[in-house]
């Protein structure tokens, strides 16, 4: 039997394995890909494996469509796999044999109850207040009592004495009465494996040592248990994993998580939302996990610090404006023809890369996401005539247009057309206008980019190049 150490029998310390283990009935939401990220970063932390296994089972919500997203979502994050997926469904015959091995070694029994029999049992459970939980009919019945052909179940005879404990490495110590685990069924009477069995088998096969999980599982643990230590009986070799469930993420507002607080695929956030992968990435590593009170972390840092000792107990609150401020660290950091790569896609074909590379060092100063980057990047490639914003419009009523053709005639004399040199030039001419600066500024951009917002009006002049610059003043002079 393993420790929570992960050491076997001998006290030999064992190689490391995690596993991420979704459902491909929707898309990698965010509690997910938090969950892969956990288990990813602690075996990568003890120089372990990390394996993937697609739990598909159910057959009529699994979708390959949702298989390919979760695996594109994954590969997005850099959460890399050490073989290729597992996909459950092609080990049903595995299961089965295993639930027969527990039901030759007398671990399990052939159960006859049919589903109106079990109904009305329970029936009577709710009636009598009483918890719905098998009564173990079949038990101690012999199988031969059964009408001949009759279908059947094999259900884990469970222990009905005594009790279990985990030690779980998030929560701790966690007890549970044997009485209120049942006897439930581990292989359907079609020949199927249920849920209970088919985790605990792969997890088996697969050589998981440490079983990283949300909490929501925490009482899985204490029915897959019995399956392990009654197999261990059997063959040997069947160690207790080291189990952390790790709690939930909750809302800003502390209520369940749901769609309205962020609870969305992986791709809404990196398409809808314009949020980089080395965000998200920083961001979940965060949610439920510190370290003193750093919030930016790269990658190699967080493989170096990440244990399971700093994952807390309550559940984490999802805040969709910190995972933007954290977003836009992000933008300010990356290399700018990668995000000019990003936005052009975003802008579509007017976007030109090149152009878009040379403008990011100034639009990437206050953008938090691509999609503000994109926005902040439109002016670049408007045609004339420049359509304006109700703000930018009003900026050019009363005397504006005449203060820009003032400012037209300046600049169109202006041979050095950097940033430096013009500034020079407009303030030169707000001086002798008896002028602020400002009082030329603003007119000047609602002219050069139809907005009120954008990057400092010099760079912007300079990112246009002098023809355009010239020509949208000109379009806008009285």
């Known amino acids: 039997m393993a420790s929570e150490s992960g050491k076997d029998d001998a006290g ?43 739990e598909d089972t159910d057959r009529k919500r699994s979708t390959q469509e949702a298989i390919d997203a979760i695996i594109e979502g994954l590969d997005w994050l850099g959460l890399d796999y050490d073989a290729p997926p597992l996909f459950q469904s092609d080990r049903a015959e595995r299961h089965a044999e295993v639930a027969w091995q527990l039901l030759k070694a007398g671990h399990a029994y052939k159960c006859f109850a049919t589903p109106e029999e079990l109904e009305a049992m329970r029936e009577e459970q709710r009636a009598n207040k009483q918890p719905l939980r098998y009564d173990g009919r079949w038990r101690d019945r012999d199988p031969s009592e059964a009408p001949e052909g009759a279908p059947f179940t094999i259900r884990l005879k469970t222990r009905n004495e005594g009790e279990i404990t985990i030690h779980d490495r998030v929560q701790g110590a966690v007890t549970v009465k044997n009485e209120e685990i049942d006897d439930y069924i581990i292989l359907r009477a ?38 392990i230590r009654a197999m261990n009986e059997i063959e040997g070799d069947w160690p207790d994993p080291v189990y952390a ?31 980089l992968p080395e965000a998200l990435f920083n961001y979940l590593l965060r949610l439920g996990w510190g370290h003193g009170d750093r919030e930016e972390i790269t990658r190699a840092e967080a493989v170096e610090l990440f244990d399971l000792d700093g994952v807390g107990k309550s559940p984490s609150r ?16 990356a290399d700018d023809a990668r995000l000019a790569a990003l936005v052009a896609a975003r802008i579509g074909e007017a976007g030109d890369a090149a ?34 914003t109700e703000k930018a419009a009003q900026l050019l009523e009363g005397d504006a247009r005449a203060l820009l053709r003032t400012i037209h005639e300046r600049l169109a004399g202006e041979n050095d057309w950097t940033s430096e040199a013009l500034e020079a030039t407009t303030k030169a001419l707000a001086e002798e206008l008896g002028l602020g ?11 050069l980019t139809g907005t009120t917002t954008s990057p400092g009006i010099f760079d912007v002049l300079v990112l246009l190049g002098r023809d355009e610059a010239l020509a949208r003043l000109d379009a806008q002079a009285a």
């Open 12 to 54: 030999a310390p064992r190689e490391v394995v995690t596993r991420f283990a979704p459902s491909p009935t929707g898309f990698l939401h965010i509690g997910g890909a938090r969950t892969a990220l956990f288990n990813w970063l602690y075996a990568r932390h003890h120089g372990g494996r990390t394996l993937l296994r697609i």
């Open 355 to 388: 152009l878009l590379e040379r403008a990011m060092p100034v639009l990437k100063v206050r953008a938090k996401n691509l999609n503000e980057l994109a926005e902040g990047a439109g002016f670049l490639f408007a045609r004339r005539p420049l359509a304006m």
């Open 318 to 333: 999802f805040d969709m404006k910190k995972l933007e401020n954290l977003n836009g660290h992000y933008l300010r950091e």
């Open 245 to 275: 469930h790790i709690p939930l993420i909750h809302g800003s507002d502390g209520a369940k998580l749901s769609k309205r607080h962020g609870a969305l695929g992986v791709e809404a956030y990196r398409d809808e939302f314009g949020i």
């Open 190 to 227: 079609d020949g199927t494996p249920t849920y209970m069995l088919a985790v605990v088998v792969d997890d088996h096969d697969m050589g998981v040592t440490h079983v990283i999980r949300g909490d929501d599982h925490l009482n899985n643990a204490f029915r897959q248990l019995p399956i």
């Open 437 to 447: 600066l400002g009082k030329l500024a603003q007119p000047m951009r609602a002219a």
